[in-house]
């Protein structure tokens, strides 16, 4: 997360410097910048920040399995059903 505001805040110079580098460190990364907010976003946008975090760490929906044991049992009773 990048505060939106964060240009204005003395050491984001050499934060921006190092961007790129820290960026290769995770290349399946999700990048997420919050308006109104500067180098301690935690203090400007709480609410969003923890909306962010909430999103960021909420384990993917499962797969219906049921759905595909449904349709493989469908195949195999088609397929035993089919002459030799």
């Known amino acids: 997360m990048i505060g939106g505001d964060m240009l204005e805040h003395p050491m984001a ?3 921006f ?3 790129d580098e820290r960026r290769a460190c995770f ?3 999700k990048e997420v910048v919050i308006a109104q907010a500067g180098h301690m976003v935690q203090w ?3 609410q969003r920040l923890a909306e962010t975090l909430e999103t ?6 499962r797969p219906n399995n049921l759905h595909h044991f449904a349709v493989h049992q469908k ?3 088609a397929k035993r059903q089919e002459p030799c």
């Open 13 to 15: 110079k050499g934060v």
């Open 17 to 19: 410097d190092t961007l």
């Open 44 to 46: 400007d946008q709480p």
């Open 27 to 29: 290349p399946q990364r």
């Open 75 to 77: 195949n195999s009773q």
């Open 56 to 61: 960021f760490f909420r384990p993917p929906p």
